[in-house]
């Protein structure tokens, strides 16, 4: 087995060589999930990647946060590949900072960078709006039901009344 020098000079060569690490997360239930995604990391301790929330692997880390990774080149030959393997507890977290930091350290473009935190940024925003457009649905809906409710009473009230009209 090599020196923990060497195994972190090989893990270190593995990560700054890959765009993507395949993510394993589970459901609820334990039902396994594995998903390719696009990542960086800062000290080969600390992995940054985008997802929308609304992924099988995001809403598997909501629910349970245990996590597997493995990075590994796929061109190697048999016999020949090198991987990076972990087990950590990840958490949707709100730090661009730490992505750009992780992805300058990789050399990826910052445009790129910037672009995912755009999105993210806009779907957050746009999240928060459709809460909020759901609230005011939800006391539409409540106002519509009573108004409702008082025209129903109200007709029922006509009906046993007997309202007539002369023509």
């Known amino acids: 087995m090599p020196a923990p020098g060497a195994r972190a000079a090989v893990a270190r060569s593995v990560l700054d060589r890959s765009a993507y690490m395949t993510l394993g997360t589970a459901d609820a239930d334990g039902r396994p999930w594995v998903s390719p995604v696009w990542f960086a990391c800062d000290a080969q301790r600390t992995f940054w990647w985008v997802s929308r929330p609304d992924a099988v692997h995001s809403r598997n880390i909501a629910a349970r946060p245990d996590v597997a990774i493995v990075v590994f080149d796929t061109g190697a030959a048999v016999g020949e590949a090198q991987a990076v393997y972990v087990r950590a507890r990840a958490a949707q977290v709100d730090d661009p900072d730490g992505l750009r930091v992780a992805a300058q350290e990789k050399r990826e473009d910052p445009s ?19 809460d909020a457009l759901r609230a005011q649905r939800k006391d539409l809906s409540a106002q519509v039901g009573a108004t409702l409710g008082s025209a129903s009473t109200r007709s029922r009230q006509r009906r046993q009344m007997g309202v007539y009209g002369l023509s």
């Open 112 to 130: 790129l960078v910037d672009r995912a935190i755009a999105v993210d940024t806009a779907r957050r925003r746009l999240s928060g709006e459709a």
